[in-house]
């Protein structure tokens, strides 16, 4: 095969640069991956699909498909050291297939897109939620007048409107001035500190009264409520908590230093990720049930029961903030992993500046968005399909185009690329390698395969 052809004595260089440790890398990666699709998305998608079968479907996910697929992405993203797009073609040339494997890039780029337009309104409620703690508006609040804060809030087209403009801002003035150092120092101090907070949390949940019922509603399969609906959104959700099926992680691993092993890298980073989702979901549903409200009840659950749970405790004022401040920094940095495919590519291939690519890119992004932001006011009576125009995207990407593009990632990480090549990237042939392999090659395609053909 032509595995190291063209590759520049064997290794290449990435044009943006490279993390400047392992550390770092495992940093950029997990402030990808945590965000809102661990604490506001996982427990309202677990809540919607009945629990605990949900929740046993989606762990499965994680450590059978997302974790090979992860692997299989950072090692593309390494070999090609280019933008996704450019990467997959390449490679796709150098292991005697075709430069058409582009293609895959340009869905994730589409994909990030796509993702990043309703993601920055649900980040824009966040930032709005910081002030509304700071002012004192959830302290002794009730159910009632939480429930109507949010809904006068979301009601108010303008309000998102500017709070989603808000978000996109911040993002696009991060990702101008490069990744490396600020994006660094934010996960350094977010991921701990957020996990300080959960836990905080879980201390109050356990002490609700309703803390097993929530781990029971979590925990306890109750099959005969598991649709192939519902291992869909299980399988979307893996993919989209982890960050991966749309290049972004392929973007990271593209600046990743040739001597770090990234069966480690991705290990830790699925551990650090599955455990903020699951310390959400022991928060919020006992929550749930302490209140009376209903695990079903979607998109607004977070913003309902952490709120209660902040107004009733000493000291809530400045939890409440604080937890706000930390999960807009969460969403923030995946912020970035979701743009950077896009603006690696102008940058690369329209020669523009990075600046240049983050405002064109991030204002597309904010056009795009408008639909999501007018999904919970203007809109909100619009249905089709999968239901609002915020469902709907939201559908499309994480249950559709995220399982495709994993797909094609394994597939051509298993199949076309030849195994000197990927045995290179993943350290040796060893027994970690061959698992891999076999993950790649055949449960991940086979199981991605079989759950989007049942469920569409
Ligand atoms: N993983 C992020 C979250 O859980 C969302 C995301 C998806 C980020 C895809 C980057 C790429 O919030």
Redesign the pocket.
Known sequence: MLSNQGRNGGKRKSLHGHWSSRMAFILAVTG???????IWKFPYIAGQNGGGAFVLVYLLCVVLIGMPVMMSEILIGRRGRRNPIATMELLGKEEGSSGHWRWVGLIGVLA?IL?LSY?SVIAGWVLVYIVKSAQGAFVGADSDTVSAIFAGFTGNWLSVTFSHTVFMALTVFVVARGVERGLEQAVRFMVPALLVLMLTLLAYSINSGHFMEGVDFMFTPAWDKLGWGSVLAALGQAF????IG?G?IMAYGAYLPEDTSIMGASGAVVVADTCIAILAGLVIFPLVFANGLDPAEGAGLVFHTLPLAFGKMAGGVIFSTLFFILLAFAAWT?AL??VEPAVAWLVEQFGRTRSQAAVIVGSLIWLAGMGSVLSFNVLADVSFLAGTIFDNVDYLTSNIMLPLGGLLITIFAGWVMCRNSTADELGGAGTTYKMWRVLARFLAPIGILIVLFNAI
């Open positions: 990808s991956a945590v965000g809102l699709g661990n990030g993702i993601y989209f908590t982890l960050s749309m972004a995946s992993g979701l």
